[in-house]
């Protein structure tokens, strides 16, 4: 390549490799430091990783809280110390569901806003040190939770040992905590076993580059790169009018009377899109209402637009 690449780029991650490893091996084919995911994936989950390259790397920000679909497998039966299945293995001696009816009931609790305690061995940081630090060490882990949200915890197959299942949550959420926690519901103690992350937002694992295939022909990179304008398609968009195109490349803000048109509902303290009208990313703002009136939707009021990123040079 004789210039250097720039885009969002969707790997199919092996299992067995850290999300770092995908990086610094992207780096290598790209041919630039310049690149970084945007959530991390298990070594032990493979699926879908969300790269950004080159100048791509400044919207990374945007795309680290979309939700994200996983297909799994998990254990049940036993407990493991990392609570999947590259842990210490403890078998419980405790029967097991004798269908899925139970299983299924004990899914459904962890549905919606709920408190997570994450995994003892994860990379979270309480008092300056990541939780695996503390367990390596064999000190007691600290315990912390976090809300997480879980729109879909679905039972796919039963069968006994083993649970197939699907999971639809928010970022931050641990599928390996959900396994756990699904373990001590139904008292026999569970872990996961495989892990397959197949959407992340709009993006599925359909449009992702096997990273293999990508390390034996380089050459593939261009054509598997979306531009910015094409990665935050979730966000709304507006397109601003060819005057006012200068000003917001020099980061100034702007109100509604300078579009051209948007797609989207917006209101105040989103971030939004902007384009011009050959469809060329600008800049990230973050829409503020002009009048006093509670989140007023774009179309009944007057907002200003303060540039949150600025995504193209003058």
Request: aromatic share 6%; hydrophobic share 40%; proline share 7%.
């Amino acid at each position: 390549m004789t210039t250097a690449p720039s885009g969002i780029l969707l790997i199919d991650k092996p299992r067995g490799m850290t999300s770092h490893d995908v990086v610094d091996r992207v780096r290598r084919v790209a041919g630039t430091r310049r690149v970084g995911h945007t959530g991390t994936l298990d070594p032990l989950a493979d699926g879908l990783l969300v790269v950004c390259i080159g100048g791509a790397t400044v919207v990374s920000q945007f795309l680290t809280g979309l939700e994200k679909i996983y297909l799994g497998t998990a254990r049940l039966g036993a407990i493991s110390s990392t609570y999947d299945a590259e842990g210490e293995i403890t078998e419980q001696d405790r029967p097991l569901p004798a269908d899925s009816l139970k299983v299924e009931q004990a899914m459904r609790l962890q549905l919606g806003s709920v408190l997570q305690l994450p995994p003892p061995y994860s990379a979270i940081k309480i008092k300056g040190r990541k939780l695996y630090e503390y367990a390596r060490a064999g000190e007691v882990v600290p315990q912390q939770p976090r809300r997480v949200t879980v729109s879909r915890f679905e039972l796919l197959h039963f069968e006994s040992p083993r649970i197939h299942f699907l999971a639809r949550v928010g970022s931050g959420t641990y599928i390996r905590s959900m396994i756990h926690d699904l373990g001590l519901e139904l008292g026999c103690g569970a872990y996961l076993e495989a892990l397959r992350r197949t959407q992340i937002g709009g993006f599925g694992i359909d449009q992702a580059v096997p990273l293999d295939k990508l390390i034996q022909d380089p050459g593939l990179l261009p054509a598997h790169l979306l531009n910015i304008t094409e990665a935050l398609g979730h966000l709304p968009k507006l397109t601003i009018q060819p005057e006012a195109e200068s000003a917001i490349l020099n980061g100034c803000a702007f109100r509604t009377s300078e579009i051209l048109e948007f797609e989207g509902i917006i209101y105040p303290g989103q971030p939004v899109l902007v384009i011009n009208t050959r469809g060329r990313a600008l800049s990230v703002v973050k829409a503020e209402s002009a009048e006093d009136e509670i989140d007023p939707p774009i179309g009944s009021a007057t907002m200003i637009f303060r540039p949150l990123r600025v995504l193209a040079q003058p």
